[in-house]
Structure formats: C-alpha cells, structure tokens
C-alpha cells in the first residue's frame, strides 16, 4: 500500500496547531477564540508535542527532500533539539516543583492557608476543560490521519509512543482538573505540570541517544566509501 501524502500533511498540521493552543500564541486566540492556557499542565505538554511537530515534520519533509539530505540533517536537528528539550523540560520541572512546594507549605500553615486562597484559589478549570477538551479532539484526529496514510506507522514504535504520551499527559491533566475540589486545583495542576516535565526529560534522553546514534552512522558512512574506493584502485 502506497503512503496516502495528504493524511500526513494534515496529521502534522493538526500537531502544529495543537501545539500552537498549547503556547497560548495569539494565533490560538484569533482562530479558535481561546484564551491562554492556564497554569502549567497545559503549557507543559508543549515541550513533548515540539518533539512530535519536529518527528512528523522530518517524516513530511523526507517526501520532497532526497533521503540521503535528510539523514544528514536529521543526525544534528535531532541533537539541538534534545539539547533543547532537556534544557527547557529541567528548568521547568524545577519551576513547578518550587510552586508546589510554595502552596503546599502555604497551606500547611494558619496564615499561608488565606494568602493560598486568594493567589492560587481560584483556578479557572472550566477554561482549561474547554482547551484540553479542542487539544484532545485535535490528537485523536491527528492519530487517525497517521492511520489513514499509511497502516504501518503503527508499526514505528516511536512514533506510536509518542503520540500515546501527548495523548496520556491530555486525559491526564484533564483528570487531575476535575478530581479535586476548586481549591486545590492549582496544586494538581502543578503535579500535571511536573509529570509533562519528566515526560519531556525521557523524551529527549532518548532523542540524544538517536541523534549520537544517528550522527555516527553519517560519519562512518563516507569512511567505509573511501576505504572500498582505495581497495579497488
């Protein structure tokens, strides 16, 4: 079975634009009407659906670029982005530990407990229900077009492991919104937030490693070219 091309341009436009809603950017606002998402959890699923953007994108791209370009670029792209990932995901996970940290002692004292309330007491779950709701709906669409353009990306187990995170961290951070009474929402919210963080942290430990993988394979690549080329001179 041939690979159906247009499935996979719309499977990596419906992640870019989850991503997109995830960022809160303005274009989020003016074609959907949302508001920026609030919180961490949200936001924070950002870092794994940049991998999953980045992984489909490579896929599309290898469609009109010649393979051999590709695997050359793919080796690099991949290290700066696993760079980047694991940067960004420990600084952040450092940041909604801290938070939790803050209100979990706020609460835990007499006077904390009234300053709790008033700054983290009033987390806007309906806003984000609406959110993760569109993002949920957009994943499952995106999921079926990969099906729809060819069968067996199902058999690349990477790809079906991320997409099944960005799909888990989605309910999973819906579950933690609705579970708890109002008052505590923040502070779920920010366990939300830390496990989209140590998500992106495997995801770009395991990138790292196929970009090294990747990078020596293109290197060694060209030597056993020369040494074949010297042999039959």
Known sequence: ?????PFLVVALILAILVLVIELGTGLATAVFGLDDPPGLGIPYMAMVDTVLV???ALMAISLVVPEAV???VQGCATLILAILTLFAA????????ALLL???GLLASFFGAAIYAAVFGSFPRGTAAVILGLLLTLKVVMAASLLLGHQRFIENKGLVLLVLTSLVLNLLTALLH???PGLLVSITDAIAGIVAAIAAIVWGILLLIGAIVAIIRVIRV???GEREEAVSR
């Open 90 to 97: 420990t600084v952040l996970l450092m940041v909604a530990v």
């Open 178 to 180: 609705d579970l708890p």
């Open 1 to 5: 079975m041939k690979l159906r091309r």
């Open 222 to 224: 060209p030597r056993i």
């Open 102 to 104: 803050l209100m979990v």
């Open 70 to 72: 590709v695997g050359r």
């Open 54 to 56: 980045f992984t489909l």
